[in-house]
Every structure is written in structure tokens, then in C-alpha cells.
């Protein structure tokens, strides 16, 4: 496929399928491996529609944009204020995902730039962002200038999840590494 022309967006109401459709098919594919598989088939279209559309219809301070490339959704993130201030970090960024098949585009880090522009256009001035232990995603946060900052167990359904946290002190991603 060549490089596709995306555009970021803010969400709304009528995306929300679409969302879901990105939501579950990036998780079935970064976590078939890690996650027990209950928790993978418990994901449905349908509940997760439903869970998009309450979050744009809330009124709270969470953000959701999208990459879109013509009439597809090719990627999601949302994210508002960090629910551990404790860490020191006030903003973060609660999901982001992409399209499995738009992976390695540039799409990740477009949606976290935007994300952090966001945040920072609302008076943020730092951000945490959570994921599985042994999510490579690890490796994205990393090439985007996060640093490793915290670990816990978190439960998901009654099952223990390793999770670790990257963190950035001020809402900047790393340069692009250019390769000769
Ligand atoms: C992680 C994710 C968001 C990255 O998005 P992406 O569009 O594929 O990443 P990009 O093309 O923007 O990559 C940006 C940089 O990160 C690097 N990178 C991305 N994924 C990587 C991986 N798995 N391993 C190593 N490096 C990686 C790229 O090489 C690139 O580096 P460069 O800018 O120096 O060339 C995407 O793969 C995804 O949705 N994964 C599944 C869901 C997920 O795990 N989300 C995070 C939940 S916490």
C-alpha cells in the first residue's frame, strides 16, 4: 500500500462505529498473544459503539480524535486529564489506536502529536500514557520520547494485567530519526 493522506480530526457522534470497528480490531491484533481469550471475544461492535457514543455525547473533559484516509477511519485516540496525578503528570492519553493494516504509516504518531497539541491548547503541560507490559507499543512511546516511569497490576475482568507507564515532562514528541 503507499502512503496514505490522512486527515486528523475531531470525533463525533456519527463516527462512532467506525471507532469501535478500529478500537477492536487494533486490540484483537496486539493482544491476541498477550491477553486471555475471554477477554479478547468479550469486546463486541455493538457494546463498543455504544461505549464511543457515551463518551461523545459526555460532557466531561475527555477528547477523541481520528485519522481518517478518504471515507475510513484509520486510527483513534483519546485522552484529557491524567487520572494519577500523583505521578506528576497532568494530562494523558487513555486509548490510541490504529488500523492494523495502516500500521508503520506515521498515523501513531500524527494522533499523538495532535493529542498533545490538544492537551496542550487546554493548559497542559506534561502527559502519562498507560499500557500492557508486554504491548509492543512500548516501542512506539520510546521512538516518540517517552520515558519508562511506573509500573503496576491493574485488573481487567478479574484478570491481573501488567501495565507500565511512559511519561512526558513537556508535550513534545522526539524528532524523527532520519536513517542514511
Ligand atoms: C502503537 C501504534 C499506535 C503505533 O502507530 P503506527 O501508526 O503504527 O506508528 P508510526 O508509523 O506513527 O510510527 C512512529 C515511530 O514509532 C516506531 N514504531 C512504531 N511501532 C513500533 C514497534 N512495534 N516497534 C518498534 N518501533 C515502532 C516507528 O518505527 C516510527 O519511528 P520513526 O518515526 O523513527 O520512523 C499502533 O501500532 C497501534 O495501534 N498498535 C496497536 C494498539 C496499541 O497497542 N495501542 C497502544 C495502546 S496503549
Same mark, same amino acid.
Request: glycine fraction near 8%; proline fraction near 4%; aromatic fraction near 10%.
Given at each position: 500500500?503507499?502512503?496514505?493522506?490522512?486527515?486528523? !480530526?475531531?470525533?463525533?457522534?456519527?463516527? %462512532?462505529?467506525?471507532?469501535?470497528?478500529?478500537?477492536?480490531?487494533? @486490540?484483537?491484533?496486539?493482544?491476541?498473544?498477550?491477553?486471555?481469550?475471554?477477554?479478547?471475544?468479550?469486546?463486541?461492535? $455493538?457494546?463498543?459503539?455504544?461505549? @464511543?457514543?457515551?463518551?461523545?455525547?459526555?460532557?466531561?473533559?475527555?477528547?477523541?480524535?481520528?485519522?481518517?484516509? /478518504? !471515507?475510513?477511519?484509520?486510527?483513534?485516540?483519546?485522552? /484529557?486529564?491524567? $487520572?494519577?496525578?500523583?505521578?506528576?503528570?497532568? /494530562?494523558?492519553?487513555?486509548?490510541?489506536?490504529?488500523?492494523?493494516?495502516?500500521? /508503520?504509516?506515521?498515523?501513531?504518531?500524527?494522533?499523538?502529536?495532535?493529542?498533545?497539541?490538544?492537551? #496542550?491548547?487546554?493548559?497542559?503541560?506534561?502527559?502519562?500514557? @498507560?499500557?500492557? &507490559?508486554?504491548?509492543?507499543? $512500548?516501542?512506539?512511546?520510546?521512538?516518540?520520547?517517552?520515558?519508562?516511569?511506573? #509500573?503496576?497490576?491493574?485488573?481487567?475482568?478479574?484478570? &491481573?494485567?501488567?501495565?507500565? %507507564?511512559?511519561? @512526558? !515532562?513537556?508535550?513534545?514528541?522526539?524528532?524523527?530519526?532520519?536513517?542514511?
Amino acid at each position: 500500500m503507499d502512503e496514505p493522506a490522512i486527515t486528523i !480530526r475531531q470525533a463525533v457522534l456519527a463516527d %462512532a462505529a467506525q471507532i469501535a470497528r478500529v478500537y477492536i480490531e487494533s @486490540w484483537h491484533d496486539t493482544y491476541a498473544a498477550i491477553l486471555p481469550k475471554q477477554l479478547l471475544c468479550a469486546m463486541t461492535p $455493538r457494546g463498543q459503539t455504544a461505549r @464511543w457514543q457515551a463518551a461523545l455525547r459526555a460532557k466531561s473533559r475527555e477528547r477523541i480524535l481520528v485519522a481518517q484516509s /478518504g !471515507r475510513r477511519l484509520v486510527g483513534m485516540t483519546s485522552f /484529557g486529564p491524567s $487520572r494519577d496525578s500523583d505521578l506528576g503528570f497532568d /494530562g494523558e492519553v487513555y486509548t490510541l489506536y490504529v488500523d492494523p493494516p495502516y500500521f /508503520g504509516f506515521g498515523i501513531g504518531r500524527a494522533l499523538l502529536e495532535a493529542a498533545f497539541t490538544n492537551l #496542550e491548547a487546554k493548559g497542559y503541560s506534561s502527559c502519562i500514557i @498507560w499500557a500492557h &507490559a508486554k504491548n509492543n507499543a $512500548r516501542f512506539f512511546y520510546e521512538a516518540m520520547g517517552g520515558k519508562l516511569i511506573a #509500573e503496576r497490576m491493574a485488573r481487567m475482568m478479574g484478570d &491481573a494485567v501488567p501495565e507500565t %507507564a511512559f511519561g @512526558w !515532562r513537556k508535550l513534545a514528541l522526539a524528532e524523527r530519526q532520519h536513517h542514511a
